[in-house]
């Protein structure tokens, strides 16, 4: 193997200039650095810049033995990887040689303590750290150059060891807290400096409460310090309050100067006490009686959410003790104040605006994806929880998340994302800070820059200035999709708005709770609740977070006690499936939304028990939508595909109609999906089970008669408000077989074989099983229950033109094709459409025919004891009503009017509306009751969950049932006797409409 020349080692080291340097290893310098390969390089942010500040440094120490030795001891890691990542921390160690100590003695990050940082920084001040009140041994220039030394050394020691650990994400909080624990230590020796300079500190109590990041012990390597100041006297013959606190406020505004005037050692940060009472416009310091007066009249709810990090850091740490002790319980409660999350939101709103558009997409700190991100959901959901969850009282971001997410408020997965997520986010930061030591939160764009950050992160798979990119954009993306679904989840102002009490659902604050919002059995939901959250598992915590806010939810439909009672069978149903209490918790609407359907209809209640996957849907209403046909025939052929047995194959179109029928129900009772699309998709559903049902019924019918195959193609059609597109809940299907043999086939065979089919999709629809049954009738075909179950098209064809009757012909107005052979089913319509619209329509005798058969079903069909004007079907201008009409007026005029050619009642009202066969107002008046009733008897079925019984038919008189109607409808529940008056007049306005058309000598106007 070749042996590779200097060059090529430097710049596989990652030189990007290793001809310059080349030259700086070859200055007489050079020979202090312990003859350093260029493989030591390797590991560094940036080589070229380490080796040019090591050259500085070894023309600036005046012995060379304290270098050699650090470069050949443990500390040189530590040297090389400060130098080669700070241009600013190099620039400290040249000035001070004698800081190459630092590297020599590592630090253990996790050892870092605040006790620790104190008793050093006063130390180094010439002050007695054991004093309690300490002062230092001079107030001048040099005791504050001391005290920044002492800081920047510990600094580089903090440094040095966060860019040489194993692993840079882990250590990110021990190097936040470290940093955090050298800022107190900086501001208690700055303290004991200004003690020197003003008369009479010596009987003042001054605390330094940090807060923001310092208060969390999650500070970054350049930031302002958020502080505030509380005093007292130390003395019980001392000055009074207004003395006290001028000399106190001399003392702050000492201690400022401290850490940020001009002097010889750079400024450390600014102080600022911005986050005190009344902010700029406040005094400066207070006393802690102040303080409290201030938050428990005037703060407003940002200001508690500041108090959340709030940590005495440096002073008069009892008087700070005494501060927290007073506050903090307030910070617990701020999240009942009015509008607290809809406040807390605008101002997150509010940051992320005020960011310029040009920084938007490199703004690590305020814009969209960034660390704000993360810290406003975890302290939103800390203070909304936090009322009655102790465990989540603390201060650090990612102990909080920690906290949040074993307690349930936040999901594993989702917590572990936004765990690593917010560590990425602070390496970054960190690592942008180091290199200038500036108050920076912009991700570079230049690639020199880029590519000395990724070098010096620390994380796997990050090696070049494009892998940092794609790591800062996958995760600022991350961070703000899950924001987006935690903070703004719709449970939180809600939850917000109770009381602590109803949060914790204290039996006795509970049961009257219940019973002012309106369960009329308290004492049985109390039950309820008791057996959802007891326990320790995961699922109990999440219902109880859930729980408190959810009985509010239920209490906003009419049956909130049998919502409950739905919601607990529900629950125990699906145990400990993670996704359901997720989705429940992280769904958006999701949970309220079933609230609502689960107190408002018995229907869904019971169908979301056999099929709990559908509560999913709730998380996006584009899942209620009605599924496209094309989609779910894909569907069914693929279910099919798995499947032999003839009920296997009907029951995957059972399936998915019960699927797409709770789909309908859920977007119907949401008033997602109007009424006209909400029976266009029962319909549909109908379609596929009988598409389904027509193929198992093929080979269960050769089977039966031991035939080897089909004879025939088969066609079904659907009739009635099955073939309109018009199907309630309840209906049934009413459909007519038909097939065409094959050829050669004799067609007595045929026709043995499709009566066997017909019989058998019969058979396999309404099968006992998993899926609900789905009633196929079949009266509707040539000759009725007399005539064969199916017929070949010639045989229909003739028995039209021979001996068909009046109503076969009306009838037939809603035929279409809707399961089978689709060339046959082209064929059948071109057949009847002939037949059902004839040319000059109807003749007097047949017009006459139709009034009577009318006539008939109004006085016989109508149930005993069932009021006439309350039926909704065959009342006085209810559906039949409407339908026959309509139907009369397409038997005497669609043969001249194409637009009246559908099998569609309201799309035939408007086309005879638009031709000039009835009035705008009459067609008006028709459509307006029969869509009424239509929708009363579809949410007859869903209120009450039942589809067989003769009610459903009925228009309801109960208040609780009309309190049901009502709130399905999307009305007030003052409005509940309203609806009956709305329909019978409805229906009356209707009948005069009918008495003038289908009644008239003259049907057209």
Same mark, same amino acid.
């Given at each position: 193997?070749?042996?590779?020349?200097?060059?090529?080692?430097?710049?596989?080291?990652?030189?990007?200039?290793?001809?310059?340097?080349?030259?700086?290893? $070859?200055?007489?310098?050079?020979?202090?650095?312990?003859? *350093?390969?260029?493989?030591?390089?390797?590991? %560094?942010?940036?080589?070229?810049?380490?080796?040019?500040?090591?050259?500085?440094?070894?023309?600036?120490?005046?012995?060379?033995?304290?270098?050699?030795?650090?470069?050949?001891?443990?500390?040189?890691?530590?040297?090389?990887?400060? *130098?080669?990542?700070? +241009?600013?921390?190099?620039?400290?160690?040249?000035?001070?040689?004698?800081?190459?100590?630092?590297?020599?003695?590592?630090?253990?990050?996790?050892?870092?303590?605040?006790?620790?940082?104190?008793?050093?920084?006063?130390?180094?001040?010439?002050?007695?750290?054991?004093?309690?009140?300490?002062?230092?041994?001079?107030?001048?220039?040099?005791?504050?150059?001391?005290?920044?030394?002492?800081?920047?050394?510990?600094?580089?020691?903090?440094?040095?060891?966060?860019?040489?650990?194993?692993?840079?994400?882990?250590?990110?909080?021990?190097?936040?807290?470290?940093?955090?624990?050298?800022?107190?230590?900086?501001?208690?020796?700055?303290?004991?400096?200004?003690?020197?300079?003003?008369?009479?500190?010596?009987?003042?109590?001054?605390?330094?409460?940090?807060?923001?990041?310092?208060?969390?012990?999650?500070?970054?390597?350049?930031? !302002?310090?958020?502080?505030?100041?509380?005093?007292?006297?130390?003395?019980?013959?001392?000055?009074?309050?207004? @003395?006290?606190?001028?000399?106190?406020?001399?003392?702050?505004?000492?201690?400022?100067?401290?850490?940020?005037?001009?002097?010889?050692?750079?400024?450390?940060?600014?102080?600022?006490?911005?986050?005190?009472?009344?902010?700029?416009?406040?005094?400066?310091?207070?006393?802690?009686?102040?303080?409290?007066?201030?938050?428990?009249?005037? @703060?407003?709810?940002?200001?508690?959410?500041?108090?959340?990090?709030?940590?005495?850091?440096?002073?008069?740490?009892?008087?700070?003790?005494?501060?927290?002790?007073?506050?903090?319980?307030?910070?617990?409660?701020?999240?009942?104040?009015?509008?607290?999350?809809?406040?807390?939101?605008?101002?997150?709103?509010?940051?992320?605006?005020?960011?310029?558009?040009?920084?938007?997409?490199?703004?690590?700190?305020?814009?969209?994806?960034?660390?704000?991100?993360?810290?406003?959901?975890?302290?939103?959901?800390?203070? %909304?929880?936090?009322?009655?969850?102790?465990?989540?009282?603390?201060?650090?971001?990612?102990?909080?998340?920690?906290?949040?997410?074993?307690?349930?408020?936040?999901?594993?997965?989702?917590? !572990?994302?936004?765990?690593?997520?917010?560590?990425?986010?602070?390496?970054?930061?960190?690592?942008?800070?180091?290199?200038?030591?500036?108050?920076?939160?912009?991700?570079?764009?230049?690639?020199?820059?880029?590519?000395?950050?990724?070098?010096?992160? /620390?994380?796997?798979?990050?090696?070049?200035?494009?892998?940092?990119?794609?790591?800062?954009?996958?995760?600022?993306?991350?961070?703000?999709?899950?924001?987006?679904?935690?903070?703004?989840?719709?449970?939180?102002?809600?939850?917000?708005?109770?009381?602590?009490?109803?949060?914790?659902?204290?039996?006795?604050?509970?049961?009257?709770?219940?019973?002012?919002?309106?369960?009329?059995?308290?004492?049985?939901? *109390?039950?309820?609740?008791?057996?959802?959250?007891? /326990? %320790? +598992?995961?699922?109990?915590?999440?219902?109880?977070?859930?729980?408190?806010?959810?009985?509010?939810?239920?209490?906003?439909?009419?049956?909130?006690?049998?919502?409950?009672?739905?919601?607990?069978?529900?629950?125990?149903?699906?145990?400990?499936?993670?996704?359901?209490?997720?989705?429940?918790?992280?769904?958006?609407?999701?949970?309220?939304?079933?609230?609502?359907?689960?107190?408002?209809?018995?229907?869904?209640?019971?169908?979301?028990?056999?099929?709990?996957?559908?509560?999913?849907?709730? $998380?996006?209403?584009?899942?209620?939508?009605?599924?496209?046909?094309?989609?779910?025939?894909?569907?069914?052929?693929?279910?099919?595909?798995?499947?032999?047995?003839?009920?296997?194959?009907?029951?995957?179109?059972?399936?998915?109609?019960?699927?797409?029928?709770?789909?309908?129900?859920?977007?119907?009772?949401?008033?997602?999906?109007?009424?006209?699309?909400?029976?266009?998709?029962?319909?549909?559903?109908?379609?596929?089970?009988?598409?389904?049902?027509?193929?198992?019924?093929?080979?269960?019918?050769?089977?039966?008669?031991?035939?080897?195959?089909?004879?025939?193609?088969?066609?079904?059609?659907?009739?009635?408000?099955?073939?309109?597109?018009?199907?309630?809940?309840?209906?049934?299907?009413?459909?007519?077989?038909?097939?065409?043999?094959?050829?050669?086939? /004799?067609?007595?065979?045929?026709?043995?074989?499709?009566?066997?089919?017909? $019989?058998?999709?019969?058979?396999?629809?309404?099968?006992?099983?998993?899926?609900?049954?789905?009633?196929?009738?079949?009266?509707?075909?040539?000759?009725?229950? @007399?005539?064969?179950?199916?017929?070949?098209?010639?045989?229909?064809?003739?028995?039209? !033109?021979?001996?068909?009757?009046?109503?076969?012909?009306?009838?037939?107005?809603? @035929?279409?094709?809707?399961?089978?052979?689709?060339? *046959?089913?082209?064929?059948?319509?071109?057949?009847?459409?002939?037949?059902?619209?004839?040319?000059?329509?109807?003749?007097?005798?047949?017009?006459?025919?139709?009034?009577?058969?009318?006539?008939?079903?109004?006085?016989?069909?109508?149930?005993?004891?069932?009021?006439?004007?309350?039926?909704?079907?065959?009342?006085?201008?209810?559906?039949?009503?409407?339908?026959?009409?309509?139907?009369?007026?397409?038997?005497?005029?669609?043969?001249?009017?194409?637009?009246?050619?559908?099998?569609?009642?309201?799309?035939?009202?408007?086309?005879?509306?638009?031709?000039?066969?009835?009035? $705008?107002?009459?067609?008006?008046?028709?459509?307006?009751?029969?869509?009424?009733?239509?929708?009363?008897?579809?949410?007859?079925?869903?209120?009450?969950?039942?589809?067989?019984?003769?009610?459903?038919?009925?228009?309801?008189?109960?208040?609780?049932?009309?309190?049901?109607?009502?709130?399905?409808?999307?009305?007030?529940?003052? !409005?509940?006797?309203?609806?009956?008056?709305?329909?019978?007049?409805?229906?009356?306005?209707?009948?005069?409409?009918?008495?003038?058309?289908?009644?008239?000598?003259?049907?057209?106007?």
């Amino acid at each position: 193997m070749r042996e590779q020349s200097p060059t090529s080692r430097l710049r596989k080291a990652g030189f990007s200039d290793p001809l310059r340097a080349s030259r700086l290893l $070859a200055e007489p310098a050079s020979a202090q650095l312990g003859g *350093l390969d260029p493989e030591d390089f390797a590991p %560094v942010a940036d080589p070229d810049q380490c080796l040019l500040a090591l050259i500085r440094l070894a023309e600036a120490c005046a012995d060379s033995t304290g270098l050699e030795s650090c470069l050949r001891g443990p500390g040189r890691r530590g040297l090389l990887a400060v *130098l080669g990542m700070s +241009s600013v921390l190099g620039d400290f160690v040249v000035s001070h040689p004698g800081a190459l100590d630092v590297f020599e003695r590592r630090v253990r990050l996790e050892d870092v303590t605040l006790a620790g940082e104190r008793r050093s920084a006063l130390t180094a001040v010439g002050a007695d750290p054991d004093d309690d009140v300490p002062v230092a041994a001079s107030g001048g220039h040099d005791a504050i150059n001391a005290m920044r030394a002492h800081y920047f050394e510990r600094i580089l020691s903090i440094a040095a060891a966060d860019l040489t650990g194993p692993d840079s994400l882990a250590a990110m909080p021990c190097v936040s807290a470290a940093i955090s624990h050298a800022v107190g230590g900086a501001l208690e020796a700055a303290l004991a400096v200004a003690r020197v300079g003003v008369p009479g500190a010596e009987n003042v109590g001054l605390t330094i409460v940090a807060m923001g990041k310092t208060g969390a012990c999650e500070l970054n390597y350049v930031s !302002d310090v958020d502080v505030v100041y509380v005093a007292r006297s130390l003395s019980d013959e001392g000055p009074d309050d207004e @003395a006290m606190l001028a000399v106190a406020t001399k003392l702050a505004s000492a201690v400022g100067r401290a850490v940020s005037a001009p002097a010889y050692e750079p400024a450390l940060w600014m102080l600022d006490a911005g986050l005190r009472p009344e902010g700029k416009d406040g005094p400066l310091v207070r006393t802690l009686d102040s303080h409290v007066t201030y938050y428990k009249r005037w @703060a407003k709810g940002w200001e508690f959410q500041a108090l959340l990090k709030a940590r005495p850091i440096a002073g008069d740490l009892e008087l700070g003790r005494a501060y927290l002790d007073a506050l903090w319980p307030m910070v617990w409660d701020a999240a009942g104040h009015e509008n607290f999350v809809e406040d807390s939101r605008a101002m997150r709103k509010r940051v992320e605006d005020h960011v310029p558009s040009k920084e938007e997409r490199r703004q690590l700190k305020l814009g969209k994806g960034g660390l704000r991100d993360v810290e406003f959901t975890v302290q939103l959901l800390q203070l %909304v929880h936090g009322r009655t969850d102790v465990s989540l009282r603390v201060r650090p971001t990612l102990q909080a998340l920690a906290c949040l997410r074993d307690a349930g408020y936040v999901a594993r997965g989702d917590a !572990d994302l936004l765990d690593r997520d917010y560590r990425i986010l602070r390496v970054l930061e960190h690592r942008i800070q180091l290199r200038r030591l500036r108050r920076s939160h912009l991700v570079p764009t230049g690639e020199d820059d880029m590519r000395r950050l990724a070098r010096a992160m /620390g994380v796997p798979g990050c090696a070049s200035g494009e892998d940092l990119e794609r790591l800062w954009q996958d995760t600022r993306r991350q961070v703000r999709a899950l924001h987006r679904e935690i903070y703004y989840r719709p449970l939180l102002p809600e939850a917000a708005r109770l009381s602590a009490d109803d949060i914790a659902l204290k039996e006795s604050s509970a049961k009257a709770r219940l019973e002012a919002i309106g369960y009329r059995n308290a004492s049985g939901a *109390l039950e309820h609740i008791k057996t959802l959250t007891a /326990g %320790v +598992s995961r699922t109990a915590a999440i219902q109880r977070q859930l729980l408190p806010v959810m009985l509010g939810w239920f209490a906003q439909g009419p049956e909130p006690d049998a919502g409950l009672l739905a919601f607990r069978l529900l629950s125990e149903k699906m145990g400990g499936t993670h996704w359901y209490m997720k989705t429940l918790r992280d769904g958006g609407a999701a949970a309220e939304r079933l609230c609502l359907l689960l107190s408002s209809s018995r229907y869904i209640a019971e169908q979301l028990t056999r099929l709990p996957e559908s509560i999913s849907w709730l $998380a996006d209403t584009r899942e209620l939508m009605p599924r496209a046909r094309d989609d779910l025939e894909g569907e069914l052929d693929s279910m099919i595909s798995r499947r032999s047995d003839p009920s296997g194959v009907a029951g995957a179109g059972r399936y998915l109609r019960r699927r797409e029928l709770l789909r309908t129900a859920m977007g119907q009772s949401l008033r997602v999906v109007d009424p006209v699309a909400s029976r266009a998709a029962v319909s549909q559903a109908a379609d596929i089970a009988l598409e389904a049902a027509l193929r198992g019924a093929v080979p269960a019918a050769c089977a039966r008669l031991g035939a080897d195959g089909p004879l025939s193609r088969y066609l079904v059609v659907a009739m009635g408000r099955m073939g309109g597109r018009e199907m309630g809940y309840a209906s049934d299907a009413d459909v007519v077989f038909l097939h065409e043999p094959h050829d050669g086939v /004799g067609p007595d065979a045929a026709a043995r074989m499709a009566n066997e089919v017909a $019989a058998q999709v019969i058979r396999l629809l309404g099968e006992t099983g998993a899926e609900p049954p789905l009633p196929a009738d079949a009266d509707l075909r040539p000759e009725g229950r @007399a005539g064969p179950l199916c017929r070949s098209l010639d045989s229909y064809a003739e028995y039209i !033109d021979r001996w068909a009757h009046t109503w076969e012909r009306q009838a037939l107005l809603r @035929a279409r094709p809707c399961a089978g052979d689709a060339e *046959l089913g082209a064929r059948f319509t071109a057949l009847v459409d002939g037949f059902r619209y004839p040319r000059g329509g109807l003749d007097a005798d047949a017009v006459r025919e139709v009034r009577r058969m009318k006539a008939r079903v109004e006085t016989e069909r109508i149930p005993r004891g069932i009021d006439p004007q309350r039926h909704l079907k065959l009342g006085r201008g209810g559906l039949a009503d409407v339908e026959w009409t309509v139907q009369l007026l397409q038997l005497q005029h669609a043969g001249d009017h194409p637009r009246l050619r559908t099998t569609s009642t309201l799309d035939a009202l408007t086309a005879a509306a638009d031709v000039g066969l009835v009035t $705008a107002d009459q067609a008006d008046r028709l459509s307006c009751a029969w869509d009424l009733a239509s929708r009363l008897r579809d949410l007859n079925v869903l209120g009450t969950g039942r589809t067989s019984a003769s009610k459903i038919d009925v228009l309801a008189h109960d208040l609780r049932d009309l309190a049901v109607l009502s709130f399905l409808m999307g009305r007030d529940d003052s !409005d509940r006797h309203d609806i009956e008056e709305e329909y019978l007049r409805a229906a009356r306005r209707s009948r005069g409409a009918v008495e003038r058309i289908f009644y008239g000598k003259d049907t057209r106007r």
